[in-house]
């Protein structure tokens, strides 16, 4: 396999994590309360399937306000959506270019 096929092999791989990653990130604008019963704060998540960020205020005098990054939650989102990323866009590409190599039978 010549270089340039290994360049092309890899960006299979490469394109749908870089969209994937693209996608989580406009994920953020998925907002999901994610309060459910808990007495003097109030908890919002945003990204989607899973909230990869958390914005907690409390109901103190101060109304403090605090910011949680869950790096596995991205991680697994981003994974998500390579995923469907590349199952329904590199795939098909991928299987067109496969069947357009000529397969030589001998004899």
């Known amino acids: 396999?010549?270089?340039r096929g290994r360049i092309k092999d890899a960006l299979y791989y490469i394109v749908p994590a870089g969209k994937g990653a693209i996608v989580t990130l406009?994920?953020?604008l998925q907002r999901q309360d994610l309060t459910h019963g808990?007495?003097?704060a109030s908890t919002k998540g945003y990204g989607a399937p899973l909230p990869w960020f958390e914005e907690v205020i409390y109901a103190d005098?101060?109304?403090t306000v605090k910011h949680r990054f869950n790096l596995g939650n991205f991680v697994l989102d981003a994974i998500f959506w390579s995923f469907l990323i590349g199952t329904e866009v590199v795939v098909p590409i991928y299987l067109w270019h496969k069947s357009k190599?000529?397969?030589?039978i001998p004899g």
């Open 1 to 3: 396999m010549t270089i």
């Open 38 to 40: 808990r007495i003097g």
């Open 26 to 28: 406009a994920s953020y």
């Open 101 to 104: 190599k000529k397969i030589d």
């Open 61 to 63: 005098q101060l109304s």
